[in-house]
């Protein structure tokens, strides 16, 4: 059973930059790849970005390429999502989520998810 906890969100006005963490719990952090997704209401759960278990590999959407960076930290077992030149369009409720195996990390079926933290970007 792996729990996942995310923090950091707030409101920011755009051109801004914030930092969620993920804190996990109740099993081997090192053991599993990491992601963040987020959903907009009315909207898919949409994948942002993927770390591996050592953190050596990464994998980001078109849309934030460039702008947001996956981290983490095993010893903490905490992955983060520094976020920079924020946009109103990455306004959203941030998940954070956990599998087993560097496959198809893009897709929703990760096997545990946090309960998610909101971000809003104003213009």
């Known amino acids: 059973q792996v729990q996942l906890v995310e923090s950091g969100g707030a409101l920011v006005q755009a051109g801004g930059s914030m930092r969620l963490s993920c804190a996990a719990s109740g099993g081997t952090f090192s053991n599993y790849v990491m992601a963040w997704f987020r959903q907009a209401p009315g909207k898919e759960r949409e994948f942002v970005a993927a770390i591996s278990r050592g953190g050596g590999t990464t994998s980001y959407a078109d849309s934030v390429k460039g702008r947001f960076s996956i981290s983490r930290d095993n010893a903490k077992n905490t992955v983060y999502l520094q976020m920079t030149s924020l946009k109103p369009e990455d306004t959203a409720a941030y998940y954070c989520?956990?599998?087993?195996?560097?496959?198809?990390?893009?897709?929703?079926?990760?096997?545990?998810w946090g309960q998610g933290t909101q971000v809003t970007v104003s213009s």
């Open positions: 989520a956990a599998k087993i195996g560097w496959r198809e990390v893009t897709s929703t079926s990760y096997n545990w």
